[in-house]
């Protein structure tokens, strides 16, 4: 099956930890980037990457980091310097057309809960 | 600053009724813009998209109406059905030099109510 994979499904993580959230594709896209979603907030984007071995920040990546080491595994690690990090985050891919917008596909999505 | 204003919040139709959310941008270099559907505990799953030099496009039930000079578009879903019950997001993106962020309104919740 082509897609894109995030697990775990549930994590919870107690305050002053680093958790790492993987992100998986099979798509061959160029492209991928991690988004946070809250309630009555929309997505905002955490990072992207648009090839291997770079990424850029969001608009919210204080308290965020990403690698980008192999073209099908974008994984985001929340340190303990984000204030507030309970939320669903998603990570999705494009094929990254340059200069030219193309679709963003949506992984299953990961809970993070901070006990 | 919200970049992609949506509205309404939350929406309740009847069964067979045509629900319509609004969307409104204001930055003119957006050039492609989607709309996605998300259930919940799921990721976003892209329902439709259009690009700013077409006025509307349908793909089955849904049709998205979009005019440039107003800097607005909308989703309206015909004869809808309890099953389209979710959460709706528009978003807008801007493709130059490939980043294609995508800047996402704050969600419509629809209920069909049988």
């Known amino acids: 099956d082509g897609g894109i994979t995030q697990s775990p499904k549930y994590l919870f993580r107690k305050e002053g930890q680093n958790v790492t959230l993987s992100c998986e594709q099979n798509?061959?896209?160029?492209?991928m980037y991690w988004y946070r979603q809250d309630p009555g907030q929309g997505l905002r984007l955490i990072y992207y990457?648009?090839?291997?071995?770079?990424?850029q920040k969001g608009d919210i990546a204080e308290g965020y980091s990403v690698s980008r080491e192999k073209k099908e595994s974008f994984p985001l690690t929340v340190t303990s310097a984000q204030k507030n990090p309970t939320a669903f985050y998603l990570c999705?891919?494009?094929?990254?057309?340059?200069?030219?917008?193309?679709?963003?596909?949506f992984g299953p999505g990961t809970r993070l809960t901070v006990l | 600053q919200q970049q992609v204003k949506q509205s309404p919040q939350s929406l309740i139709v009847q069964k067979g009724g045509i629900p319509i959310i609004n969307c409104a941008y204001e930055?003119?270099?957006?050039?492609?813009f989607p709309w996605y559907q998300q259930f919940p505990g799921k990721g976003p799953a892209l329902l439709i998209a259009?690009?700013?030099?077409?006025s509307e496009k349908k793909e089955g039930r849904f049709t998205i109406s979009f005019n440039k000079s107003a800097k607005q578009f909308s989703l309206h879903i015909m004869d809808s059905q309890p099953g389209d019950s979710a959460t709706y997001f528009c978003?807008?993106?801007?493709?130059?030099?490939?980043?294609?962020?995508?800047?996402f309104g704050t969600g419509t919740r629809l209920t069909v109510i049988p």
């Open positions: 999705a891919s494009s094929i990254g057309l340059a200069g030219r917008a193309d679709t963003q596909y």
């Open positions: 798509l061959n896209h160029d492209a």
């Open positions: 990457s648009q090839i291997v071995n770079d990424f």
């Open positions: 930055n003119t270099a957006f050039d492609y």
């Open positions: 259009i690009r700013p030099d077409v």
């Open positions: 978003a807008a993106s801007i493709g130059l030099t490939g980043a294609n962020n995508l800047f």
